[in-house]
Protein backbone atom coordinates (compact mmCIF):
# COMPACT_ATOMS: atom_id res chain seq x y z
CA UNK A 1 0.00 0.00 0.00
CA UNK A 2 2.62 2.09 1.14
CA UNK A 3 4.04 2.12 -2.62
CA UNK A 4 0.72 2.57 -4.08
CA UNK A 5 0.50 5.62 -2.07
CA UNK A 6 4.16 6.28 -3.23
CA UNK A 7 3.34 6.22 -6.94
CA UNK A 8 0.21 8.14 -6.71
CA UNK A 9 1.99 11.12 -5.13
CA UNK A 10 4.83 10.62 -7.87
CA UNK A 11 2.59 10.92 -10.73
CA UNK A 12 0.94 14.16 -8.95
CA UNK A 13 4.57 15.82 -8.92
CA UNK A 14 5.38 16.53 -12.22
CA UNK A 15 6.11 14.10 -15.79
CA UNK A 16 7.64 11.10 -14.87
CA UNK A 17 10.23 9.17 -17.12
CA UNK A 18 8.29 6.20 -18.81
CA UNK A 19 11.24 3.82 -18.92
CA UNK A 20 11.75 1.65 -22.50
CA UNK A 21 11.23 -2.00 -21.62
CA UNK A 22 14.27 -2.65 -23.24
CA UNK A 23 16.37 -0.86 -21.13
CA UNK A 24 15.45 -3.47 -18.16
CA UNK A 25 18.48 -5.58 -19.64
CA UNK A 26 20.86 -2.83 -20.58
CA UNK A 27 24.62 -2.50 -19.13
CA UNK A 28 24.10 -0.54 -15.88
CA UNK A 29 25.84 2.50 -17.57
CA UNK A 30 23.10 3.12 -20.07
CA UNK A 31 20.11 1.92 -17.06
CA UNK A 32 21.59 4.71 -14.77
CA UNK A 33 21.25 7.44 -17.85
CA UNK A 34 18.26 6.63 -18.20
CA UNK A 35 17.11 6.50 -14.47
CA UNK A 36 14.94 8.77 -12.77
CA UNK A 37 16.15 9.67 -9.18
CA UNK A 38 12.19 10.41 -8.65
CA UNK A 39 10.65 6.90 -9.40
CA UNK A 40 14.13 5.36 -6.94
CA UNK A 41 12.18 7.92 -4.42
CA UNK A 42 9.03 6.01 -4.72
CA UNK A 43 10.63 2.14 -4.85
CA UNK A 44 12.51 3.19 -1.67
CA UNK A 45 8.92 2.99 -0.04
CA UNK A 46 9.97 -0.94 -0.41
CA UNK A 47 13.74 -0.15 1.66
CA UNK A 48 12.26 2.44 3.84
CA UNK A 49 10.50 -0.02 6.52
CA UNK A 50 14.12 -1.17 7.51
CA UNK A 51 16.24 1.75 6.40
CA UNK A 52 16.28 5.69 6.94
CA UNK A 53 18.02 8.20 4.13
CA UNK A 54 18.40 11.66 5.56
CA UNK A 55 21.95 12.11 6.89
CA UNK A 56 22.41 10.93 10.83
CA UNK A 57 18.18 9.42 11.02
CA UNK A 58 18.99 6.56 13.24
CA UNK A 59 19.71 3.10 12.22
CA UNK A 60 15.97 0.98 11.88
CA UNK A 61 16.48 -3.02 11.03
CA UNK A 62 19.04 -2.12 8.92
CA UNK A 63 21.75 0.61 8.94
CA UNK A 64 21.01 4.39 7.74
CA UNK A 65 22.00 4.60 4.06
CA UNK A 66 22.66 8.16 3.35
CA UNK A 67 25.60 8.40 0.92
CA UNK A 68 25.82 4.92 0.02
CA UNK A 69 27.59 4.85 -2.98
CA UNK A 70 31.64 5.52 -2.03
CA UNK A 71 31.08 4.10 0.80
CA UNK A 72 32.95 1.01 2.29
CA UNK A 73 30.92 -2.02 2.43
CA UNK A 74 29.23 -2.84 6.16
CA UNK A 75 31.17 0.36 8.13
CA UNK A 76 29.22 3.13 7.18
CA UNK A 77 26.64 3.12 9.95
CA UNK A 78 28.64 2.84 12.97
CA UNK A 79 26.26 1.98 15.88
CA UNK A 80 24.88 -0.79 13.46
CA UNK A 81 25.83 -4.29 13.86
CA UNK A 82 26.45 -5.98 10.86
CA UNK A 83 26.41 -9.28 9.69
CA UNK A 84 30.21 -11.00 9.65
CA UNK A 85 28.39 -12.30 5.73
CA UNK A 86 28.62 -8.15 4.64
CA UNK A 87 31.41 -7.46 6.71
CA UNK A 88 33.53 -9.98 4.65
CA UNK A 89 33.16 -9.14 1.45
CA UNK A 90 35.02 -5.61 2.03
CA UNK A 91 35.78 -2.68 -0.51
CA UNK A 92 33.14 -0.09 -1.24
CA UNK A 93 29.52 0.53 -2.76
CA UNK A 94 30.67 1.14 -6.41
CA UNK A 95 27.25 1.22 -8.56
CA UNK A 96 28.16 -2.19 -9.79
CA UNK A 97 28.07 -3.87 -6.47
CA UNK A 98 24.70 -1.99 -5.62
CA UNK A 99 22.76 -3.38 -8.51
CA UNK A 100 24.59 -6.98 -7.74
CA UNK A 101 23.52 -6.59 -3.88
CA UNK A 102 19.77 -5.07 -4.72
CA UNK A 103 19.53 -7.93 -7.83
CA UNK A 104 20.04 -10.56 -4.49
CA UNK A 105 21.04 -9.66 -1.24
CA UNK A 106 21.73 -13.71 -0.46
CA UNK A 107 23.30 -14.09 -3.51
CA UNK A 108 25.65 -11.04 -3.22
CA UNK A 109 26.59 -11.75 0.40
CA UNK A 110 25.77 -15.11 1.47
CA UNK A 111 24.65 -15.10 5.00
CA UNK A 112 23.69 -11.51 4.89
CA UNK A 113 20.90 -10.30 7.94
CA UNK A 114 18.61 -8.35 4.75
CA UNK A 115 15.99 -10.36 4.44
CA UNK A 116 14.76 -8.77 1.03
CA UNK A 117 14.35 -10.78 -2.23
CA UNK A 118 15.69 -7.85 -4.41
CA UNK A 119 14.60 -5.83 -7.19
CA UNK A 120 14.32 -8.32 -10.70
CA UNK A 121 13.96 -5.20 -12.85
CA UNK A 122 17.06 -3.61 -13.89
CA UNK A 123 15.61 0.21 -14.13
CA UNK A 124 13.87 -0.63 -10.86
CA UNK A 125 17.35 -1.16 -9.67
CA UNK A 126 18.86 1.81 -11.62
CA UNK A 127 16.05 4.43 -10.48
CA UNK A 128 16.98 3.67 -6.85
CA UNK A 129 20.67 3.83 -7.32
CA UNK A 130 20.18 6.91 -8.87
CA UNK A 131 17.83 8.32 -5.67
CA UNK A 132 20.91 6.31 -3.11
CA UNK A 133 23.24 8.96 -5.00
CA UNK A 134 21.33 11.85 -4.95
CA UNK A 135 21.17 11.49 -1.27
CA UNK A 136 24.83 12.51 -0.18
CA UNK A 137 27.12 10.79 -2.46
CA UNK A 138 26.30 12.76 -5.86
CA UNK A 139 29.47 10.45 -7.55
CA UNK A 140 29.39 11.17 -11.60
CA UNK A 141 27.89 8.33 -13.16
CA UNK A 142 30.20 6.16 -15.36
CA UNK A 143 29.96 7.22 -18.76
CA UNK A 144 27.36 5.51 -21.23
CA UNK A 145 29.86 4.03 -24.20
CA UNK A 146 27.48 3.84 -27.38
CA UNK A 147 27.46 1.81 -29.87
CA UNK A 148 28.44 4.15 -32.50
CA UNK A 149 31.82 5.23 -31.39
CA UNK A 150 33.31 1.61 -31.55
CA UNK A 151 35.37 1.70 -34.43
CA UNK A 152 34.05 -0.12 -37.62
CA UNK A 153 35.76 -3.06 -38.91
C1 LIG B 1 13.41 -6.36 5.86
C2 LIG B 1 14.36 -5.30 6.09
C3 LIG B 1 15.09 -4.72 4.88
C4 LIG B 1 14.58 -4.27 3.68
C5 LIG B 1 13.13 -4.30 3.20
C6 LIG B 1 15.71 -3.73 2.94
N1 LIG B 1 16.85 -3.84 3.66
FE1 LIG B 1 18.70 -3.18 3.12
N2 LIG B 1 19.51 -3.97 4.79
C7 LIG B 1 18.80 -4.61 5.80
C8 LIG B 1 19.73 -5.18 6.77
C9 LIG B 1 19.36 -5.96 8.03
C10 LIG B 1 21.02 -4.83 6.31
C11 LIG B 1 22.36 -5.25 6.92
C12 LIG B 1 22.72 -6.59 6.28
C13 LIG B 1 23.86 -7.34 6.91
O1 LIG B 1 24.54 -6.82 7.83
O2 LIG B 1 24.07 -8.48 6.45
C14 LIG B 1 20.86 -4.06 5.08
C15 LIG B 1 21.89 -3.51 4.35
C16 LIG B 1 21.74 -2.72 3.22
C17 LIG B 1 22.80 -2.04 2.53
C18 LIG B 1 24.28 -2.04 2.92
C19 LIG B 1 24.56 -0.81 3.79
C20 LIG B 1 25.98 -0.67 4.28
O3 LIG B 1 26.21 0.20 5.15
O4 LIG B 1 26.90 -1.40 3.83
C21 LIG B 1 22.24 -1.39 1.47
C22 LIG B 1 22.96 -0.52 0.43
C23 LIG B 1 20.82 -1.67 1.50
N3 LIG B 1 20.55 -2.47 2.56
C24 LIG B 1 19.91 -1.17 0.59
C25 LIG B 1 18.55 -1.51 0.58
C26 LIG B 1 17.63 -1.03 -0.42
C27 LIG B 1 17.95 -0.04 -1.52
C28 LIG B 1 16.42 -1.63 -0.14
C29 LIG B 1 15.12 -1.52 -0.92
C30 LIG B 1 15.17 -1.80 -2.34
C31 LIG B 1 16.60 -2.43 1.06
N4 LIG B 1 17.91 -2.33 1.46
C32 LIG B 1 15.59 -3.17 1.67
C33 LIG B 1 17.43 -4.73 5.88
C34 LIG B 1 16.53 -4.45 4.85
Same mark, same amino acid.
Given at each position: MATLFGLIALAGCGPRVEHDPRLANAPLPERLAAADPRAGSAIFAQCAA? &?? @?AQGAGDRAGPNLYAVPGRAIAQGSP?????AALRSVGGVWTFDRLDAWL???? &???? #??? =? =????? &?? #? =?????? @??FLNDNGSKLPLPPVVSQRTRPDR
Open positions: C &HS @INFNYSTSPA &HFAP #GTN =M =MFVGL &HD #G =MDRADV @IR
